[in-house]
Each structure stands twice: as structure tokens, then as C-alpha cells.
């Protein structure tokens, strides 16, 4: 995980329309959010494991779930999820599939490659010019 520092930190937005201003740039809400947090997912690539950009957010006035909840952006980060090769192995199980259905990281925070690490950096100049302007 790398930490990019950006204006956007620190600002406030109304959660609604903080995602109507994200995802048709390619954002999603990822699966890790809980009541009081979350974060905008941008998936760079799949290749050789998950590269995210990722936006957290924090909420200020109630719970993410409610109508209206302002939320505060936290610092943006690159982040790589590192997978294990072969996945598709046969299951001794037939129903272990169905309850694990998806396999644990290698390595939830594997370094990060070059390439993406510029991506993120110009992800984060798009957001502050479309947030802050």
C-alpha cells in the first residue's frame, strides 16, 4: 500500500452525491464498508493480482446508510492484492464451493508496481479536478 497525498483530503460531501460524481468514472463503493466507513474502489487491473486505487471516506453525521449522510474524505492509496495461481482446482467438496466462493489474498498488501503508482497518481488529479472545481 502506498499513501498519495491529495487536496481532497479532509473535504466533505454528501455521501449521494459523492457517488454520482465517482462512479461514471469507474468507482465503486467496495465491499469493505461498515456504518461509519468506506471506500471508493478504482479497479486499475487484474493482472497479476487486484491494483486498486482507493478513496476512503469517514462518516461525519450519521450512518452511511442514511439519506443525506455527509461523509469526510481520508487519504487516498494504491493498493495491490496479491492472488494465489490456480485457482481452479477440482473441490473434494461439491458444496464447499458454494460457501467459499471466493480465495484469500497471498499477500493483501504486496508492493505496489511502478506503473500503477503513476495510474493512481494521475486517478488522484482527475479527482481533485472533479471535486474541487
Known amino acids: 500500500m ?3 497525498q491529495s487536496k481532497i483530503e479532509g473535504h466533505q460531501f ?3 452525491d459523492l457517488e454520482k460524481k465517482l462512479k461514471p468514472l469507474g468507482y465503486d463503493i467496495g465491499g469493505g ?3 461509519d466507513h468506506g471506500y471508493f474502489d478504482y479497479k486499475m487491473s487484474d493482472e497479476g493480482g487486484y491494483q486498486f486505487f482507493r478513496v476512503p471516506f469517514q462518516a461525519v453525521n450519521g450512518e452511511l446508510d442514511q439519506k443525506g449522510v455527509k461523509v469526510e ?7 495491490t492484492h ?12 461439491p458444496y464447499n ?3 467459499n466462493q471466493f480465495q484469500e489474498p497471498v499477500d493483501q498488501d504486496a508492493d ?7 495510474q493512481a497518481e494521475r486517478l488522484n488529479k482527475e479527482l481533485e479536478e ?3 472545481t
Open 2 to 4: 502506498l499513501e498519495i
Open 14 to 16: 454528501v455521501l449521494n
Open 33 to 35: 464498508w461498515e456504518y
Open 73 to 79: 474524505i481520508g487519504r487516498p492509496f494504491a493498493l
Open 82 to 93: 496479491l492472488y494465489q495461481a490456480g485457482v481452479d482446482h477440482e473441490v473434494e467438496e
Open 97 to 99: 464451493s458454494l460457501v
Open 112 to 118: 505496489v508496481p511502478t506503473p500503477f503508482l503513476e
Open 130 to 132: 472533479v471535486l474541487l
